[in-house]
């Protein structure tokens, strides 16, 4: 979604905050815009698409027909994904407004501004002109409106009018050395560098600089200056830094600093062609790393230190409630059934934009369990709220440290996978899913499952980094299979029991980054009505392993194949009858049914990827999606 990168300091701005809008990339966005303050005044530049246009039309390089590089050490940028408005340079950000004395206001904004129809026509009355169809140059309007010289009071002043979400970065040209920032509902770091200060949404756009941030809280606002301190010495005198938080009554605040958990090279492509490929192919590393001290083989018991102040409410739960959307949905989701099945609790899963929304049933000891690789979806932050308001135990599995829905819920479990930049969730999917395995069989053990029980699952875990490495030496073969289908636009995935949530991802994952229609559901769904579709060659995903259910998933794939369709089946090593009805198969290591989706899920990924590049797609930047919805 929207990017906001910010600087202030003793560096030249522009190239900084062009690195950092590129860092943002992958969030998803539409259009990029700049503002640039020198002691000469400000430059502002915005266009549709890439950064690169962006970046050419303000450090040209070939002279730049008679356009000057932007020049100064204080300026914001912005990444838009649209919502209000269409892309467009109009709708772009910064948006600027003048202010009665004639200085310019520059905002950059994520975040929906709820109110804004009423602000824009209480501001229209006043005599300002609109030149966007967007909520935040109104945001702009009214802080230009408000400035008597002091951003600070302007910003604090405009944001008490405001209802809605924002994280926004302001500057003006007359005051060169001053950034203000502040947010509600939407994620805004402060990285402390030397002699300056990073300004962003997103901690990928601040580790280059700095692994020293402060996370701003709702209603903060943060004032930062950098400049020297003595103008009259040759060399600009020593370099001063300086910044306070406060709130948006003008309280004082006390801020806390931590330490960013994310490296460069995390963050960076190495020798892969896409983020995606990287992730999927890192899953052993990054699984290892969800896995590490959380099993005690000696003790035979899950340890999850998040969990340990709240393990007597959780053994008293009486229902859990796992949400999320997208990818953590379907993560949710068989969270339910591992509840149910291993700890043996009353679970329901649902897309957190239907829970917020329907006046959810919220019995005694009920804990909710918010499932989010960003921790920052806005549904999912809603449906949270929602059920904290009332009475229910808040639990968060997210992968972003520090993240809002981290901070907001009384307990919980981080991934611990890394951070994950490819756009369509992989490794993120496979850490939720190992963390909420971890969870059930934490509170099992507590409530009715065996020690041989605990013990065999623990054991098959602890294999789990090798047994995803055997899958991913298939990805040739999976990419071969994937060429004989890749100009068919409709597929189905199908699964039953664990491995139907498995299909629900095979088909969000190729719709996501290869632009085919796929749709994902119970396998047995199929002969109610998704059959008529059937045609020939038409490919149909079976996640047909050894189980419970392996020959109804047979009879499923019989069913298909006398209509003609085109089977692909993910099966269990080993197996031979597959191989007479499947038309390509990819094999997984045999394990017990509860943790199949943890193997099952990654030929699907490779499924995924590979169509995407075959359709000559830009798999890590795929049309209108965003890696993290910041609003409902
Ligand atoms: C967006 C992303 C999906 C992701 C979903 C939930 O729609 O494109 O890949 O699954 O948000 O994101 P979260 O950060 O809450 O896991």
Redesign the pocket.
Known sequence: MCGIVGYVGNKSVTPLLIEGLKRLEYRGYDSAGIAVVNDHGMRVSRSVGRVSVLESNVMPTDGGNGVEPFDGCLGIAHTRWATHGEPSEANAHPHTCQTRCGNTVAVVHNGIIENYATLRQYLTKKGYHFTSETDTEVLAVLIAELYEGDLESAVQTALREVRGAYAIAVVCNREPHTLVCARKGSPLLIGLADKSYVVASDASAIIEHTTQAITLDDYQVAKLCAGMEDKTTADGGPWSVDFKTTTIDNLPVTHEVRELEIGLEQIELGDYPHYMLKEIMEQPESIRNCLRGRIDQRENRVVLGGLGEVSRQLVHAKRFILT?????YHAGLIGEYLIQDLAKTPAHSEYASEFRYRNPLIEENTAIIA???????AD?LAALHEAKDRGALALGVVNTAGSTISRETDAGVYLHVGPEIG???TK?FVGQVVVLTLMTLYLGRRKFLSQEALQSHLAQLERLPQHIATVLEQSDHIRGCVERWVDRDNWLFLGRGYNYPVALEGALKLK?ISYIHAEGMPAAEMKHGPIALIDDGMPVVFIATQGSQYDKVMSNIEEVKARGGTIIAVATQGDREIHRYADSVFEVPDVPEALQPLVTVIPLQLVAYHAAVLRGLDVDKPRN?????TVE
């Open positions: 999320g959307q997208g990818t953590a499932i989010s690789q960003s921790g920052e979806t999912t756009v369509a969730s993120a996501e999606l965003a890696k993290s919805v």
